[in-house]
């Protein structure tokens, strides 16, 4: 699986917007892109993910470069219950795994 | 609740010897996988098994071992343990076999200390 780059740790007020950045450089043209999050003292959860248009669902936004080197993940109105790590993961359409690859995610803090 | 159950939530043992740790997927997902964390190794990719075969093999030690069951839940098996062994045990299931847009949801995890 191509290399993701993620900020070690970002910090965001309360009830405001933010936007998790990754660059995935190397992608290839079937690398759909996957965000997971781990909240504390659980096990992680899916968020969303994308190949080359922008996504929406009721969690976040998913908003990919039109060269899809980097994409950034969008929470619209940050609560205190998305402090968590953030995971930008590239998945292979047809690879031969099917196992995520984790690196080191995003710490994401939340003041209120 | 993402429907992934693993038991047990804590466990405490000794060095050297072997526990069990059981994941039931969600129903209908064939794939489950095993995941290990640690604090300085981060979330590592042990084993993964899709209905009822082995499908994928990580980082996973040959003191560890898991298997599938045909009503489809896992049991991963650590023998010989070592202190380093503690860690965060996440079992997580996806419908398929978890390529491009197959989603993984993960249990709760088994905390497992060895003293």
């Known amino acids: 699986d191509a290399k993701t780059t993620q900020p070690n740790s970002m910090e965001s007020n309360e009830e405001e917007p933010v936007h998790l950045p990754c660059n995935h450089s190397?992608?290839?043209?079937?690398?759909?892109i996957h965000w997971y999050r781990q909240l504390p003292s659980q096990g992680p959860e899916y968020v969303i993910h994308?190949?080359?248009s922008n996504v929406n669902n009721r969690m976040a936004s998913l908003a990919i470069a039109e060269d899809r080197k980097s994409s950034t993940l969008i929470l619209h109105r940050a609560t205190l219950r998305d402090a968590a790590v953030y995971y930008c993961?590239?998945?292979?359409?047809?690879?031969?795994?099917?196992?995520?690859?984790f690196g080191k995610g995003t710490k994401l803090s939340v003041k209120p | 609740d993402s429907g992934v159950t693993q038991t047990p939530k804590h466990l405490i043992t000794a060095t050297g010897q072997r526990v069990t740790l059981r994941c039931s997927p969600r129903s209908g997902d064939l794939s489950v996988y095993w995941y290990q964390q640690s604090l300085d190794q981060g979330l590592q990719f042990l084993i993964q098994y899709y209905n009822g075969e082995e499908r994928a093999k990580g980082n996973i030690l040959e003191r560890f071992s898991a298997q599938q069951f045909p009503d489809l839940h896992s049991e991963l098996n650590l023998s010989s343990l070592e202190l380093g062994d503690s860690a965060l045990y996440f079992c997580?299931?996806?419908?398929?076999?978890?390529?491009?847009?197959?989603?993984?949801?993960f249990g709760p995890g088994t905390r497992l200390t060895v003293l």
């Open positions: 993961i590239l998945r292979v359409y047809g690879g031969s795994q099917g196992n995520l690859i």
């Open positions: 994308g190949l080359t």
């Open positions: 997580a299931s996806s419908r398929l076999s978890g390529m491009g847009t197959d989603t993984q949801y």
């Open positions: 190397t992608i290839s043209g079937t690398d759909y």
